[in-house]
């Protein structure tokens, strides 16, 4: 069974489009979080909710709107998609806080592409 | 803010050992996390420390001085499959973000 899945693994898209990402994690964990991965491999994270309650928001541009449905579901929305915007997206999930001593669990990831 | 710097890329031979290190400058310090990350694939765990010291689980080991800012990863018998990018992280103030470096790509050979 896979812990954290994440659809679709590859999006290609045009500039302007609106799309979205869906992650489930059934590790029965509190928190998930959101990571834009780049062209050169900087793991950034973006989103952090735990119990569906938004935590953290790292200054991402509001084009980008997480919601999480229930505990177990953490959906990435993005509106008018940039060319900047092409990265990889890992969707994690961690029992409690992720920085503070739990491991985290990552997604596959989505490689996202804009043309 | 957050400042983490790793080495960009290194090159060892199989068998040998590797230090990978990690310095660290933060406004708020929750403990120093490793992961490994093979190319195409997502980020596994590998280590957390908290207090300085030395943490060994089996062929990796992972070392943290808080006063230094410091820590590294010690890979002993390397084999193939050990290359990957390793990735030193450090939990900030709020406990749920978790920022990273920016990764050591490691390559060993034949």
């Known amino acids: 069974d896979t812990a954290v899945s994440q659809t679709p693994k590859y999006l290609v898209t045009q500039m302007g489009n609106d799309k979205s990402i869906k992650c489930e994690q059934n590790?029965?964990?509190?928190?998930m979080y959101w990571y834009k991965q780049d062209s050169k491999k900087f793991l950034k994270i973006m989103f952090s909710?735990?119990?569906?309650?938004?935590?953290i928001n790292e200054t991402v541009p509001n084009r980008f709107s997480p919601k999480s449905p229930d505990k177990a579901h953490l959906n990435l929305h993005i509106n008018s998609l940039e060319l900047g915007d092409s990265a990889v997206y890992f969707c994690?999930?961690?029992?409690?806080?992720?920085?503070?001593?739990?491991?985290?669990?990552f997604g596959p990831g989505t490689r996202l592409t804009v043309t | 803010g957050q400042n983490i710097d790793q080495p960009t890329e290194m090159t060892a031979t199989e068998g040998a050992i590797v230090q990978i290190n990690c310095t660290y400058q933060t406004s708020g310090f929750n403990g120093l996390f490793w992961y490994q990350q093979h190319a195409g694939e997502a980020p596994t765990f590998l280590s957390y420390?908290?207090?300085?010291g030395l943490e060994e689980k089996g062929r990796f080991s992972s070392f943290l001085s808080r006063s230094k800012g410091y820590s590294y990863l010690l890979l002993k018998e390397l084999q193939m499959k050990d290359s990957a990018s390793y990735l030193c992280?450090?939990?900030?103030?709020?406990?749920?973000?978790?920022?990273f470096g920016k990764g050591t790509s490691l390559l060993v050979t034949p």
């Open positions: 590790l029965g964990h509190d928190t």
């Open positions: 992280a450090v939990g900030g103030n709020s406990g749920y973000a978790l920022n």
């Open positions: 994690a999930s961690s029992q409690g806080q992720g920085a503070i001593g739990y491991e985290q669990y």
């Open positions: 909710y735990n119990n569906k309650e938004l935590i």
């Open positions: 420390n908290v207090l300085d």
